[in-house]
């Protein structure tokens, strides 16, 4: 099966208390994907970050932001799942607040995924392997878009990472004020690969690539605000990303 992925997106970061994020994967996995997606969601990925191990990174999408609102009401407030399960979810939670809204940067740039989610009771770690890169722009957003589509992404193709989606931040106001989104503006791409090595094999060769390092990520420094953001991700086994 291939979908189309909703275009309302959160891209969240939670950092754990150590020694807990398999708990939480496996109460994530087992507990709250069906029954956020009974609600109105989509839930798109669950990772764990590679050079974080206190770090789970996950994604959900929505229909419009009112379907947003409505959902995560009927999930935190009013769901069962959430509230039998809460108490054992936080226990595992430091910070839950690093939060992205984001909207597909294109008409064609949000996610588009092939395949079926594995059962509930899965526990089979796929080989696959995600980037998933966080820019600040410094100018307005189209324009950035304009310009990593015309200079950026070539050569992410030339060193085997062509984006699979890539979103901007929705400036549009909170649904559901109990969970914070973030404020800064940002550029999301993500990339997918087969393994760890063809990812590590991506990034060492657009280290090495001189229309890289001497055209464009000059070009790209003097359009962002603050150092860019890169995690390295490994989909849990339930993941529909993979």
Same mark, same amino acid.
């Given at each position: 099966? *291939? !979908?189309?992925? =909703?275009?309302? &997106?959160? $891209?969240?970061? #939670?950092?754990?208390?150590?020694?807990?994020?398999? &708990?939480? %994967? /496996? $109460?994530?996995?087992? !507990?709250?994907?069906?029954?956020? !997606?009974?609600?109105?969601?989509? %839930? &798109?990925?669950?990772?764990? @970050?590679? @050079?974080?191990?206190?770090?789970?990174?996950? %994604?959900?999408?929505?229909?419009? $932001?009112? *379907?947003?609102?409505? +959902?995560?009401?009927?999930? #935190?407030?009013?769901? +069962?799942?959430?509230?039998?399960?809460?108490?054992? +979810?936080?226990?595992t939670m430091v910070d839950t607040d690093n939060a992205l809204l984001l909207q597909p940067a294109s008409a064609t740039s949000g996610f588009t995924l092939a395949g079926e989610r594995p059962g509930v009771h899965a526990t089979d770690l796929p080989q696959s392997r995600v980037l998933a890169t966080i820019y600040y722009p410094d100018t307005p957003p189209a324009e950035f878009a304009e310009f990593f589509d015309k200079r950026v992404r070539p050569v992410l193709v030339e060193t085997g990472a062509p984006p699979i989606a890539c979103y901007l931040t929705d400036p549009s106001p909170n649904t559901f004020a109990p969970l914070p989104i973030r404020a800064e503006t940002v550029f999301v791409w993500f990339a $997918?690969? @087969?393994?760890?090595?063809?990812?590590?094999?991506? %990034?060492?060769?657009?280290?090495?690539?001189?229309? =890289?390092?001497? /055209?464009?990520?000059?070009?790209?420094?003097k359009r962002l605000s603050g150092p860019v953001e890169q995690l390295l991700l490994s989909p849990t086994a339930r993941s529909l990303l993979r």
């Open positions: 099966m *291939t !979908e189309n992925i =909703w275009p309302v &997106v959160e $891209l969240r970061q #939670y950092t754990l208390r150590p020694g807990t994020r398999d &708990v939480l %994967i /496996e $109460l994530f996995d087992r !507990e709250f994907v069906e029954t956020q !997606e009974a609600v109105g969601m989509r %839930i &798109v990925a669950q990772f764990r @970050d590679e @050079d974080d191990p206190d770090r789970f990174v996950w %994604i959900r999408a929505f229909p419009d $932001l009112a *379907t947003r609102g409505a +959902a995560l009401t009927a999930f #935190y407030v009013d769901g +069962a799942a959430w509230r039998t399960h809460a108490p054992a +979810a936080r226990a $997918l690969f @087969d393994n760890a090595d063809r990812r590590a094999e991506h %990034i060492d060769r657009l280290a090495d690539s001189r229309a =890289w390092t001497a /055209e464009v990520r000059p070009e790209l420094t």
